[in-house]
């Protein structure tokens, strides 16, 4: 089975603090994405990456970043996190050629 | 031109009846369409998808249509269940060398069975 894991479920932080979000793939998978999911708004790609040390910014890309080191961990960056940033955060992984994407879990962050 | 979008943003339908969400997309390179389902608490999961050179695929209760023409598809749950209610997303992209497995979502539907 393919599995995605993400570091946490739920965090809490401060307005400015820096926040780390880790994903792991476990199917050696060559794409992996970032997405934030707000209600009525659907999944709305943050970054991406199709191989390591290779990103491309999605359609929300402000205020995050993102490394990947190793093939099978990608990382979501807050550099200072503000309110508007409170949401689900869901990591995917794929081959790069089908579109198939499978998902992890979810983090849950709020920022007060 | 890169949008997907899905209606109703949410459903509500009683036990044994027909789920119907639509999609709509305008990218005509786009050639995968899948669906996700997701559960609280849980990420979404392909349910089923389609390509472009077949205008209906089922799976069990689960019918995708496809209209090319038109640039829409829809999904059917027939015979709906209280263990269908969950939030629906549709999904468009281009697969294929050269390009990056990037999927488009709708807005998303979350539906309701009621027993």
């Known amino acids: 089975d393919v599995k995605v894991t993400q570091s946490s479920r739920y965090l809490v932080k401060r307005t400015g603090e820096k926040v780390f979000l880790e994903c792991v793939q476990d199917m050696d998978h060559e794409n992996m994405f970032w997405y934030r999911q707000d209600p009525g708004l659907g999944l709305r790609l943050i970054y991406f990456s199709y191989d390591v040390k290779m990103k491309e910014k999605g359609d929300i890309p402000e205020g995050y970043s993102v490394s990947r080191e190793k093939k099978e961990r990608f990382s979501l960056i807050l550099e200072s996190a503000s309110t508007n940033q409170t949401s689900m955060y869901l990591c995917a992984s794929s081959h790069r050629v089908v579109g198939t994407q499978y998902f992890g879990p979810g983090t849950r962050l709020l920022v007060l | 031109q890169q949008q997907v979008k899905q209606s109703p943003q949410s459903l509500i339908v009683q036990k044994g009846g027909i789920s119907i969400i639509n999609c709509a997309y305008e990218n005509t390179a786009f050639d995968y369409f899948p669906w996700y389902q997701q559960f609280p608490g849980k990420g979404p999961a392909l349910l089923i998808a389609?390509?472009?050179?077949?205008s209906e695929k089922k799976e069990g209760r689960f019918t995708i249509s496809f209209n090319k023409s038109a640039k829409q598809f829809s999904l059917h749950i027939m015979d709906s269940q209280p263990g269908d209610s969950a939030t629906y997303f549709c999904?468009?992209?281009?697969?294929?060398?050269?390009?990056?497995?990037?999927?488009?979502f709708g807005q998303g539907t979350t539906l309701q069975v009621k027993p």
């Open positions: 999904a468009a992209s281009m697969e294929g060398s050269g390009n990056t497995g990037k999927l488009i």
């Open positions: 389609i390509r472009p050179d077949v």
